[in-house]
C-alpha cells in the first residue's frame, strides 16, 4: 500500500524540542521530492519544509533556523527536526510527497498527521 | 509572500448544483495553482494542478480554470461526497502558500 505513516508528536514546553518521523512505503522514496505541511487548529495550511531528492532543503521564514528537514532514503524516512519551539508551532504536522512527473512542488500523496502541541 | 484569497469562506448548496469557488492571488502566479479538497479528519486530497488539469481518479465534475491573480473551481454536479473544504495553493514564488479555505455545506 502507497503510504506515509508520522510520528512523534506529542506536548512540548515553549523553547523545547521535538523530532518528528515519516515511514513511507509503496513507492519509490528516494525519487520524490518531499515536505512537511503543518494545519493550525483553525484549519489553515501552511508549508514547512521541502528536500529534493539531491538532499537540497528549503523553509519559509516562519520556521528558518530553527527546523530542520532530512532523509533517509535506506529506510524510506523522513524526519523534520524542531527546535526552539514556539506556541504558534501548535499543529498536525503532515509529511507529503510532490509527484514525479511533475516539475512543480504540488502534494499528490499526504499522511495522516502527527499532533504537536507547545504549551506550558 | 503571495497571500491567496479565496471566497465565499463558506457556502450553502444542495446535491446538484453546480458550485463555483475563487482563489485571488496578490501577485501574478501564472498557472502554478493547485486545488484541494479536505474532509473532516483527513489530509487534504489534491484535486487539480497547473490550475486546470485534473489529477488522476479525480470525478470530471470537478474543473479548475485561470491564470495570473484570479482561478475558479468548478463543481458541475454537487455529490454529497463533495461536501468538505477546499482550499488553493500557489508554487509561483516561495514560500508556497494555500488560501483560507471554502467549506462546502449541505443545504
Known amino acids: 500500500e502507497i503510504q506515509l505513516v508520522e510520528s512523534g508528536g506529542g506536548l512540548v514546553q515553549p523553547g523545547g524540542s521535538l523530532r518528528l518521523s515519516c515511514a513511507a512505503s509503496?513507492?519509490?522514496?528516494?525519487?520524490?521530492?518531499m515536505h512537511w505541511v503543518r494545519q493550525s487548529t483553525g484549519g489553515g495550511l501552511e508549508w514547512v519544509s521541502a528536500i529534493g531528492t539531491a538532499g537540497d532543503t528549503f523553509y519559509p521564514d516562519s520556521v528558518k533556523g530553527r527546523f530542520t528537514i532530512s532523509r533517509e532514503n535506506a529506510k524510506n524516512s523522513l524526519y523534520l527536526q524542531m527546535n526552539s519551539l514556539r506556541v504558534e508551532d501548535t499543529a498536525v504536522y503532515y509529511c507529503?510527497?510532490?509527484?514525479?512527473?511533475?516539475?512543480?512542488?504540488?502534494?499528490?500523496?499526504w499522511g495522516r498527521g502527527t499532533l504537536v502541541s507547545v504549551s506550558s | 509572500d503571495t497571500q491567496l484569497t479565496q471566497s465565499p469562506s463558506f457556502l450553502s448548496a444542495s446535491v446538484g448544483d453546480r458550485v463555483i469557488i475563487t482563489c485571488r492571488a496578490s501577485q501574478g502566479i501564472s498557472s502554478y495553482l493547485g486545488w484541494y479538497q479536505q474532509k473532516p479528519g483527513k489530509a487534504p486530497n489534491l484535486l487539480i494542478y497547473?490550475?486546470?488539469t485534473l489529477q488522476s481518479g479525480v470525478p470530471s465534475r470537478f474543473s479548475g480554470s485561470g491564470s495570473g491573480t484570479e482561478f475558479t473551481l468548478t463543481i458541475s454536479s454537487l455529490q454529497p461526497e463533495d461536501f468538505a473544504i477546499y482550499y488553493c495553493q500557489q508554487l509561483n514564488s516561495d514560500p508556497l502558500t494555500f488560501g483560507g479555505g471554502t467549506k462546502v455545506d449541505i443545504k
Open positions: 497547473a490550475a486546470s
Open positions: 509503496g513507492f519509490i522514496f528516494r525519487k520524490h521530492d
Open positions: 507529503v510527497r510532490s509527484p514525479v512527473e511533475l516539475v512543480d512542488w504540488y502534494f499528490d500523496l
